[in-house]
């Protein structure tokens, strides 16, 4: 799986390419009303006061693949007008030995670690990217989502966009599925799931290269880990961050 999915962890590093502790989840229902309209009319007054609506970019990568995937999404959320990009890594739940047998790199200082899963209270929206592990989600990311209980108990994220991009270390390895099984993290949320379809026009039916990626969101084909995300790859992760902030924007101002 390593660096994709559905195969064996590789040795071979990848560079990193060039912004968690929470509560456990309850097992009681929700005691409270959703809170979805303060939700709404927060984003709304944010937009309507000025202050730049927040597209948070929630990544695991062990490689730097879907990281490289995450740099390019903040890029595309820079280019819409009243939307910034914060880019924040998940907790790593490997101990450093292992990581170290795994010959993953180091991780990238700038971009931290996300403090807790409250902060993801200030986003307007949230792209998760993670890596495929037999076609779900990798271990590290469920850890976060396990961790966001006391958001789930009060819905403090209902009605909040959110979207999935992925690496899969082979082309049948989950480029779909791992989004698709991630869907019941934000369903039980009440987030309202933001896939990019067809909108990269062209490019999603190019058959004459290797091109991660799907309707669900961006993606790349990490091999062994020694293969770099193609220009194609990265055009569309940087089209999903774009489409993604307009989407926000779009809410914010409705």
Avoid: N
Avoid at 216 to 228: E, H, I, L, N, T
């Amino acid at each position: 799986m390593g660096k994709g999915g559905g195969c064996v962890p590789s040795k071979k590093r990848q560079p990193p390419a060039s912004t968690v502790a929470g509560a456990p989840s309850s097992s009681s229902a929700p005691r409270d009303a959703p809170e979805v309209e303060a939700s709404a009319s927060g984003a709304a007054a944010a937009a309507a006061g000025g202050r730049r609506l927040r597209l948070y970019i929630v990544f695991y990568s062990m490689y730097g693949h879907v990281e490289a995937l995450a740099r390019q999404a903040a890029a595309g959320v820079a280019a819409v007008d009243g939307v910034e990009a914060v880019l924040r890594r998940v907790p790593e739940t490997l101990p450093l030995d292992v990581l170290e047998k795994m010959q993953a790199p180091a991780k990238d200082p700038a971009v931290p670690v996300i403090a807790a899963a409250a902060d993801l209270e200030e986003a307007d929206g949230v792209l998760f990217g993670f890596p495929t592990r037999y076609g779900a989600m990798a271990a590290q990311m469920k850890a976060f989502f396990d961790s966001t209980g006391s958001l789930w108990e009060k819905q403090k994220l209902a009605g909040k966009p959110a979207g999935f991009f992925v690496s899969t270390g082979t082309q049948g390895g989950g480029q779909e599925t791992t989004a698709w099984t991630a869907i019941t993290q934000i369903v039980h949320h009440g987030m309202l799931f933001v896939p990019i379809g067809y909108t990269f026009g062209s490019g999603m039916f190019k058959m004459d290269e290797i091109r991660g990626g799907s309707p669900y969101g961006a993606g790349v084909f990490a091999g062994d880990g020694s293969r770099q995300p193609s220009e194609t790859e990265l055009a569309l992760a940087e089209h999903q961050g774009k489409y993604m902030a307009s989407i926000v924007k779009k809410l914010a101002q409705a």
